[in-house]
């Protein structure tokens, strides 16, 4: 029989934004998007102006993490395949373990924090506060991080 593959990568991705990180215990609620561009999978999800509705803008009500969601259909001059459209029910993760794209070098246990571009961080300055939620692990600027809200 003819080998049909004999090299095999030597890591695999840990995951992606938005994507749950394990089968601990989670809180699932879900929203509208406010927002005319859209909320990326992995991004803190704020309350927004209208009734269940929400907004990546950082404001003082956080709300969770976009969850990932395969089953956005990518429609003909609309957002990008990993992105929920505007009018578009968000699913947000507000406890549990999800990754994201850390927006600096981050520490293992440090809280979160949302700058007002929206980038995950682990220093305050000018940023919004993420309570109960920490990082997992340590990373660098622009990698794949767990963060965690038990």
Known sequence: MAIVQDTYAEGYAKGFPGM???GETSNRISRTCEDAAGIAFGKFVFRGTGDQGCTATPNAFPLGVAIADKG???LPGGVAADIYPQYQSVGIMNLGAIYVVAGE???DGAPVYVTPAGAIVDTVGANTAAPGWVF???AA???IVRIVRR
């Open 20 to 22: 749950v990180a394990n």
């Open 72 to 74: 956005i259909p990518v």
């Open 105 to 107: 070098a981050v520490t």
């Open 136 to 138: 997992d692990e340590t």
């Open 141 to 143: 600027n622009g990698a």
